[in-house]
């Protein structure tokens, strides 16, 4: 099939690369002319294990073409998927500015049968608010024109985004057209029977993929609610861990033998700095704003970002423990990304951290393997260290805040060479606390 990705982000970029892949013509546009320059040249915005490879292919094999002009992408494709951002407005309700842009340019352009697609997270409602928009700019040339709206919310994870893409756990096909869930099957028919080339002798290979056909309201939802329950699951992870740090429990032995119960399950369920990122927030406020708005109470969702919030805090409080006055301290930061594998740092609670540190009179040295730009909320007194060492070297304090995996196996001999005072404050537990102990480093993780 012909298919036009809009907004070549995260998602659009992802899932442009893998519907190429299984053989459709993809036509992957974005307004940002920069960012379509370093893609036609082959170069990726973004750090995602294995995609600048498919990129590369499906450039040179002709299934994969990137452009500025979204009119005649429109034009020239049957489906049409909406992958633009919908950043919180600050009440936290959703900007759906480039959802409506997008909804109008769609309206000007129609030249015959389209679905339209929609992969942002968006609010309930936002089908329907599509529809209107594309009937309301269709003009005297194109009235005739008709389409069909599916929502088809995106539930890769930044890190894994494209073994998510072509080994999801679930698709959900929200729409209230049968002519439009047929085709839906079928463009998704090579992932949900597994087979196409990229998943031969491919270990995350399924037997197949569950689909789950639904009205695009319900689809809308589950999209809030799965974001929802999984920032949930790591408030509640991160108040028990509290609670052991009071009573002198270790939070690993408590998680652990929680997880042992297929009900709760093991997954999720880390303590640490507190859930970041350019989804959770922004989704559970957005699930408490229309919650709210619909007249129930978010009591919850309230309580959830109450705790994250704390939480992000609580790392600097506890700084302050092992440091006394942090002014004129030096701190050791490593990591920045709001989670390994990603060079994404939007909402990242590393930053938060950060800033307080040097609003405090902190130096803060940091250092992230991939994120080498200082991100856009962090204060620029910052100093980007080239080397995990660097940004130790002098320091009162080191604080994790990312479980980069070369964070593991760091030289600790080293380190404790480096550092001025041997405190590290590890914001991910997974590090060796009895081992670094013996070592002499003073260790304090989140919950034990
Ligand atoms: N990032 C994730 O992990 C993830 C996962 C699931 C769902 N989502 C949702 O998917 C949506 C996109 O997220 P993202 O992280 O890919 O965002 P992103 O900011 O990385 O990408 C959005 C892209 O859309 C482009 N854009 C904006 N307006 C445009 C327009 N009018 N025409 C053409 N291009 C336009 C931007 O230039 C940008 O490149 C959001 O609603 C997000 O909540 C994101």
Known sequence: MKVCVIGTGYVGLVSGVCFAEIGNTVFCVDKDKDKIELLKAGKVPIYEEGLAELIKKNIKNGNLVFHTDTSSGIKESDIIFICVGTPPLPSGKPNLSAIDEVAKLIGQSINGYKIILNKSTVPIGT??????????????????????????????????????????????????????????????????????????????????????????????????????????????????????????ANILDVTYGMGLDSRIGSRFMKAGIGWGGSCFPKDVRALSYTTEEYGSPASILNAVIQVNNYQIFKVVQKAMDMLGIIDDKIIGVLGL???????????????IIINKFLELGAEVRVY???????????????????????????????????????????????????????????????????????????YAGIGY
């Open 127 to 248: 089908a329907k608010r599509i529809k209107k928009i594309i009937k309301e700019n269709q003009n005297d040339g194109n009235k005739n024109y008709d389409f069909d709206i599916v929502s088809n919310p995106e539930f890769l994870k930044e890190g894994e985004a494209v073994k998510d893409a072509f080994f999801p756990e679930r698709i959900v096909i929200g729409s209230e057209s049968k002519k439009a869930i047929e085709i839906m099957k079928k463009l998704y028919e090579p992932i949900i029977n597994q087979d196409f080339g990229y998943a031969v002798n491919n270990t995350n290979k399924r037997d197949k993929v569950p689909i789950l056909l639904t009205d695009s309201t319900s689809a809308e939802l589950i999209k809030y609610a799965s974001n929802a329950f999984l920032a949930t699951k790591i408030s509640f992870v991160n108040e028990i861990a509290n609670i052991c740090e009071r009573v002198g």
């Open 337 to 351: 990304s709001f989670k390994p594998n990603t060079n994404d740092t939007r909402e990242a609670p590393s930053v």
């Open 368 to 442: 992230d393997p991939i994120v080498k730009e200082y991100p856009e909320n962090m204060d620029k007194g910052a100093i980007m260290s080239a080397s995990p060492y660097r940004a130790v070297k002098g320091a009162n304090l080191m604080v994790l805040v990312t479980e980069w995996s070369e964070f593991y196996d760091l030289d600790f001999k080293k380190v404790k060479s480096l550092m001025a005072n041997c405190n590290i404050l590890d914001g991910r537990n997974i590090l060796d606390r009895q081992k670094l102990q013996k070592m002499g480093f003073k």
